[in-house]
Every structure is written in structure tokens, then in C-alpha cells.
């Protein structure tokens, strides 16, 4: 999501060209099947990725965020 300069207003939304979540910050860009893409994660980028190689169905696991693992 873009706001207005003044922070009054949403200039445009912005959605991730994979899945198409609202994008609040920069996102990522990426080249994908040569073409420059926005994403919202790397975890888009790998996805979009495989289906470009021809994957019909991708299995890209998903991030684990706030799982410590103990030594």
C-alpha cells in the first residue's frame, strides 16, 4: 500500500504479483522467467520461480520464523 505523501490518503495499493498480499513497505523486487516482478517474501520469489521451470504444483516449505532450535 502507497500512502500520499501527507499520509492522509492511499494513493494505490500495492500487491504481491505471486500471491497477491498487500504490500506496506518496499517489497522485494525479482526477476522471474525474465520479466521484473514485486513480491511480498522470498518464499514468493522461490514459488514463482519453480512454476516458471514448469512446476505444476511447487513444494516450497514454508519460513519458520520464531522457532529457536536448541543445541
Sequence with gaps: M???DNGYYIER???CDNCGMLIYED???AK???EEKLFCSN????W???RAKGV???RI???????????
Design 56 to 58: 505444476d504444483e511447487p
Design 2 to 4: 502507497r500512502f500520499s
Design 48 to 50: 514463482a520461480e519453480a
Design 13 to 15: 495499493y500495492v500487491k
Design 32 to 34: 522471474v522467467a525474465e
Design 43 to 46: 518464499w514468493c520469489i522461490e
Design 61 to 71: 516449505p514454508l519460513p519458520r520464523q520464531g522457532i529457536h532450535e536448541t543445541a
Design 27 to 29: 517489497g522485494i523486487q
